[in-house]
Every structure is written in structure tokens, then in C-alpha cells.
């Protein structure tokens, strides 16, 4: 069965870095989307991505953060300049239209 | 605001027995659903959805969960639990536009099966 995959599977970053957060969807799934799961809370939608622009985004997604897909196949999550608040578990998601969305085995960021 | 509430933080179980785990959903209008699984160091699995129809909807593994309106509920059930389904579990729920479909996750109950 096709799946989401994502890349590193932890990543340890300085304060004040740059970081980014990769992924692969399913191929022919046209939805993506980046949620958090900061630890011992509750998972939280960033962002969602179709037609090669964001289609929403939360309260959390601010200037700091931003998507891309650079090209047929990745989907990544870039944080400018890291805080120590954006130390959890990123998770990449995909969907066909109106299907649930698939999720990767995440990405533990910790900033130092 | 939409809002998905799993009133249980924590559930233990013998194995063999009946499960059931809430979820509790506060939309304007009847959401999506699903129950996802989530296995330590492993991304989230999704157990089943509700889109319409049949408010009783079944899924992998033996899991099953009833769509109650008059209750905003959406409770997922098994009749007999075996020690692998230990693991926490997500409730979510979204609605689909033209971008997509945002969820909005409950905070997970974390299910112990005791042998």
C-alpha cells in the first residue's frame, strides 16, 4: 500500500536556525498538509496546500513558516529561525479529494 | 468554534474484553469523522470514517464506531480487545472545501490492555 514518508525521522536543530521538514506524499494525491503534535498535546493542523498554493492555514503558521513543493514529488516545511517552542512532532499529510488524509511516521524536531 | 472532545484520557482494558472510547464533536454542521490510531514512534493510522449514510461504520482491525446526531457523538467500539491494540487513539474531525480538508483532532486516549 502506498504511503507518506517523511525525512529525518528526528531532527536536532539550534535555536535561531533554519530548518526543513521533508516529505513525500502518495503520487497521485493532490491535497497536502503539515500538522504538529507538540509533546502530550493534541495533534494541530498548520496547513493545507493544493494547486501549488496554500489553501489554508492556522494561527500557528505565521511568517516564520512556510511550504513548498518544489517539484512533483516532496512537499516540505521550511522554519526560518527555529524557537524552542517549536520543539514537537511534525506530521505530513495527503489526501485524494474529499478522502481522508494518509499520514507519514512524523518528524521529532528538538531545538537545543 | 469546532471542537472535538475524547472526555477519557487514559482507558485500560483486559484482553478479551468490550471497548468503547468517546468522542464528542461540536460543529455547525455534521463534520466528517474518523478515528485514527497512533503506536508509539509510528504516524497516525487511520481506523475508520464517517462521511453520510449508515451512522454505523465499520473499519480495520475489528473497530467500529456509531454516529449519533441527537448525541454529537461519534464512539468507536470493539467487541474484544486483543494486547496489539494498545496504542493511542485520535478522534478528528473536518469538513471538506475546495482547498482541502483541516482537521481538528481530540487530545487521544491512551488505551492500556492489560493480559
Known amino acids: 500500500e502506498p504511503e507518506v514518508t517523511q525525512t529525518p525521522s528526528h531532527q536536532v536543530t539550534q535555536m535561531g536556525q533554519e530548518v526543513i521538514l521533508r516529505c513525500v506524499p502518495i503520487s497521485n494525491h493532490l491535497y497536502f498538509y503539515w500538522y504538529r503534535q507538540i509533546l502530550g498535546q493534541k495533534v494541530e493542523f498548520l496547513v493545507s496546500f493544493y494547486n501549488n498554493e496554500i489553501s489554508e492555514k492556522s494561527e500557528i503558521f505565521d511568517d516564520q513558516f512556510s511550504v513548498e513543493r518544489p517539484d512533483g514529488s516532496n512537499f516540505t516545511l521550511k522554519i526560518r529561525s527555529t524557537k524552542l517552542e517549536d520543539s514537537a512532532m511534525y506530521f505530513c499529510?495527503?489526501?485524494?479529494?474529499?478522502?481522508?488524509?494518509?499520514f507519514g511516521d512524523g518528524t521529532r524536531l528538538s531545538i537545543l | 468554534a469546532q471542537s472535538v472532545t475524547q472526555p477519557d484520557i487514559h482507558i485500560t482494558v483486559s484482553e478479551g474484553a468490550s471497548l468503547e472510547l468517546r468522542c464528542n464533536y461540536s460543529?455547525?454542521?455534521?463534520?466528517?469523522l474518523f478515528w485514527y490510531v497512533q503506536s508509539p514512534g509510528q504516524g497516525l493510522q487511520l481506523l475508520l470514517k464517517?462521511?453520510?449514510?449508515?451512522?454505523l461504520v465499520q473499519g480495520i482491525k475489528g473497530f467500529e464506531a456509531e454516529f449519533k446526531r441527537s448525541q454529537s457523538s461519534f464512539n468507536l467500539r470493539k467487541p474484544s480487545v486483543h494486547w496489539s491494540d494498545a496504542a493511542e487513539y485520535f478522534c478528528?474531525?473536518?469538513?471538506?472545501?475546495?482547498?482541502?480538508?483541516?482537521?481538528?483532532f481530540g487530545t487521544g486516549t491512551q488505551l492500556k490492555v492489560e493480559l
Open positions: 464517517y462521511f453520510s449514510g449508515d451512522t
Open positions: 499529510a495527503s489526501s485524494e479529494m474529499r478522502e481522508p488524509q494518509h
Open positions: 460543529y455547525g454542521a455534521t463534520p466528517y
Open positions: 478528528a474531525g473536518g469538513g471538506f472545501t475546495g482547498g482541502g480538508n483541516k482537521l481538528t
